[in-house]
């Protein structure tokens, strides 16, 4: 009995009520009806434009941003193996090889001074290497450069009195001298560079040579 | 004395008003209960908006009440047009079923629920029109009193066929329609409670008194 009067005090609540219901039902239709029109059209431009029937929203997008980098901080991504280099390929064209061929550090040449004195060259006196050159930075893979060539053997060949020189055999491995052996390989003599003398020293020449043009000058 | 108390009324008259209070009794019973199960079912339709907002409220991406509820408002009109989208489109279907029916007979004075060529056709008709089954209370108040007429009986017409399209799809599709605005306006109501509960600061349960019990880091001081 008691429930009964409360569904029917309920009931005369509600009637009082019922109107203001029903005009905000009616208003929330009609928001909706708009809603759904302005969406319609939107979705129109949305299909052309190759978007979503109902894009993200601002708040949902960092939400999904969050969640990606807390996956990301659980389960971090292995990193991706380096490709091996590719190495020993038959091929015969030399630019391909040159292009395959992995860049080598810069050779370091260390070009050696002619010994000064007569004793440096027999005694086999230390020869300090000049400085090296600063490092010039890696070139592009190219054919390896020859090394240079020995300053004595390089005298051999430029002096002027090539002639007249002994050739050497081969370079003494400790001071990069020539050095002449006869049949019993032993040794004669060591080449002893004459230096840069670019003048014409008669006194030099006296004895030296038996055969070819004598230009010395008379005082 | 009042004149009103000196209204004699016969026997049957007081049967006919404890009837009538009977009715009225029951009418309005019968709107509370069927209130408060629409309250019911808004409630329920309301918990979809738990739903919708709780991923951005418990990641702490919506901090104020006045960014729950934008951000409520708009997945709720998402949510509205993902579920009236199909009652407009019954209810289209049976506009444009009329509006066919119209343009081949050219009649746009068609009256779909008429007992003719209309809906009516399919449903029973009284006559209440009848002058005769109405009495007179009280000398001047004419109520119903005695069944009327049976004007129409339920009957197939060929020529009703485009109303028997259109009423239902109208009806049909309103009814959707009205449902999901209910639960739009539901949800919209079930934010405006959240935005005021989820930031809510509570002091209920606490006292300024009362020493904070020490950590394990502090020493107890004895």
Redo the contacts between chains.
């Keep these: 009995m008691v429930d009964?009067l409360?569904?029917?005090?309920?009931?005369?609540?509600?009637?009082i009520l019922?109107p203001f219901f029903l005009v905000?039902?009616a208003l929330?239709?009609v928001i909706?009806?708009l809603?759904?029109v302005f969406?319609l059209f939107k979705s129109i431009f949305y299909f052309f434009t190759g978007q979503k029937f109902?894009p993200e929203?601002p708040?949902?997008k960092?939400?999904r941003l969050?969640?990606e980098a807390e996956e990301a901080a659980r389960n971090p991504q292995p990193q991706p193996q380096q490709q091996a280099p590719i190495q020993n390929q038959q091929t015969n064209n030399v630019f391909e090889e040159i292009y395959n061929e992995q860049p080598k550090a810069a050779p370091v040449v260390t070009p050696m001074r002619e010994p000064e004195t007569v004793e440096q060259a027999c005694f086999q006196e230390e020869v300090k290497p000049e400085p090296a050159p600063a490092p010039a930075p890696a070139p592009a893979p190219m054919p390896e450069p020859e090394p240079e060539s020995e300053p004595a053997s390089n005298e051999l060949l430029s002096d002027e009195n090539a002639d007249d020189a002994p050739l050497a055999d081969f370079l003494d491995p400790f001071n990069d001298q020539p050095v002449m052996r006869d049949e019993s390989n032993e040794i004669l003599e060591v080449y002893k560079p004459r230096g840069n003398n670019d003048s014409f020293d008669a006194d030099e020449y006296e004895d030296d040579t038996d055969s070819g043009v004598d230009i010395r000058f008379d005082d | 004395m009042n004149p009103a108390l000196l209204i004699k009324m016969t026997e049957n008259d007081k049967r006919v008003i404890i009837a009538l209070l009977f009715i009225v009794?029951i009418?309005?019973?019968?709107?509370?209960?069927?209130?408060?199960i629409m309250i019911r079912t808004m409630k329920w339709q309301g918990k979809k908006c738990d739903t919708l907002v709780s991923?951005?409220v418990t990641?702490h991406?919506?901090t104020t009440p006045h960014?729950l509820r934008k951000?409520a408002a708009?997945?709720n009109?998402?949510q509205?047009?993902k579920q009236?989208?199909i009652g407009?489109l019954i209810i289209i279907v049976g506009v444009a079923t009329i509006l066919i029916r119209n343009a081949i007979v050219k009649d746009w004075t068609y009256d779909p629920f008429n007992t003719t060529n209309g809906f009516g056709t399919l449903l029973f008709t009284w006559d209440f029109s009848d002058p005769e089954i109405y009495a007179t209370f009280f000398g001047k108040w004419k109520v119903i009193s005695d069944w009327p007429k049976l004007a129409n009986q339920p009957h197939f017409a060929v020529e009703a066929i485009w109303s028997y399209i259109y009423v239902p799809c109208v009806v049909v599709g309103g009814t959707w329609?009205?449902i999901?605005?209910?639960a739009?306006?539901a949800r919209?109501i079930r934010a405006i409670k959240l935005s005021k509960k989820v930031f809510e600061k509570s002091l209920d349960n606490f006292d300024q008194n009362t020493p904070t019990p020490p950590t394990n880091n502090q020493p107890v001081q004895q």
């Design positions: 009964l409360k569904a029917f005090g309920r009931g005369i609540l509600y009637v019922c905000v039902l929330f239709a909706g009806l809603a759904f969406q109902f929203l708040e949902d960092q939400l969050k969640r | 009794i009418i309005f019973v019968l709107i509370g209960v069927i209130g408060s991923d951005v990641n991406i919506v960014q951000y708009k997945k009109i998402r509205f047009i009236a989208w407009i329609y009205m999901a605005a209910q739009y306006l919209t």
